[in-house]
């Protein structure tokens, strides 16, 4: 073999490393949701809040990791998703996004930083953006705080809508029973989800409402609507990361499908371990030096 051979096939599978490396980094943006909604191709949205847990995700090929104000609950043990601050969020989604490689990564604007008031809520989703490298930023309620949106969009900042049962709005329904049952209230949210799209929203999240609902608000946009407890019929699903492992035990709808029993897998591998070391098992001579 010459030397010109052998440089001619170091180029050529070069060049293919190169075009695999694109393809398998190949990023998760507004647009391939997008397309994705058009081919009809089901997106897949899990929440994370820590880099070894996105790092998992990622490596699994989601789509969209949000970075839920949930943490609040699973991450802080409070009641609510209320509490929750901008610079709890912030921590969360720097640590997301060092893990992140593939997928588009959406932020939860906190309750409080963001309603009544488009001028704050824009400096919040600003602090988001400059100091997590996130892509997005996702906020509760429909018409009322359109002219956040409106604000928010106009500096270039993505924007993914979320109705239905808005968890920072627990203490104005009382109870988190499905939401839009009756016609004024389903009437409502299609309205609200039709302003959303108008104003530039790239997705928009539906949580517990009836399946014909959204349904019927899937096929009315055209940006991608991502359910969790909307039925089938919308262009993607999304559900809290340690509700589907098995993590927390106490939450239990009817829409929570689980994939793990994780905490009775850790809890068994603690009490292993504590017995090991009780007991002079652990560590043994091959784990010493
Ligand atoms: O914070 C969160 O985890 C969410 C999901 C329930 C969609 O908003």
Redesign the pocket.
């Known amino acids: 073999m010459t030397v010109f051979s052998v440089l001619i096939i170091n180029f050529v599978s070069l060049k293919y490393d190169i075009m695999a490396l694109h393809e398998i980094v190949r990023r998760v943006t507004t647009h391939v949701l997008h397309e994705m909604k058009l081919k009809g191709e089901k997106i897949a949205m899990l929440?994370a809040y820590d880099y070894s847990m996105a790092r998992i995700l990622d490596e699994a090929g989601i789509d969209i990791i949000?970075v839920?104000?949930?943490?609040s609950n699973v991450m802080a043990g409070h009641d609510t998703?209320l509490p929750i601050t901008l610079e709890q969020m912030i921590n969360h989604a720097g640590s997301v996004v060092r893990a992140v490689k593939r997928a588009l990564i959406v932020v939860?604007l906190p309750f409080g930083t963001y309603q009544g008031n488009s001028k704050e809520a824009l400096t919040s989703a600003i602090r988001i953006m400059k100091e997590t490298g996130a892509h997005a930023v996702?906020m509760?309620g429909g018409q009322e705080i359109q002219e956040s949106v409106m604000r928010i969009l106009s500096a270039g900042i993505p924007v993914m809508g979320?109705l239905g049962l808005t968890?920072q709005s627990i203490h104005k329904f009382g109870t988190y029973v499905v939401r839009a049952r009756d016609e004024k209230e389903a009437q409502k949210l299609v309205e609200d989800a039709h302003i959303l799209e108008e104003t530039g929203c790239f997705g928009l999240?539906l949580?517990k409402i009836p399946a014909s609902l959204g349904q019927k608000v899937a096929k009315e946009l055209k940006i991608p609507v991502i359910g969790?407890g909307a039925g089938p019929d919308v262009d993607g699903q999304?559900l809290?990361l340690h509700d589907m492992l098995g993590i927390t035990q106490e939450f239990s709808p009817r829409f929570l499908r689980r994939y793990h029993n994780l905490h009775a897998e850790i809890k068994g591998a603690v009490q292993n371990y504590i017995q090991d070391v009780r007991t002079l098992q652990f560590p043994d001579e091959k784990e010493q030096y």
């Open positions: 929440t949000l839920g104000d949930s943490a998703t939860d996702k509760e979320h968890p999240v949580e969790i999304v809290v």
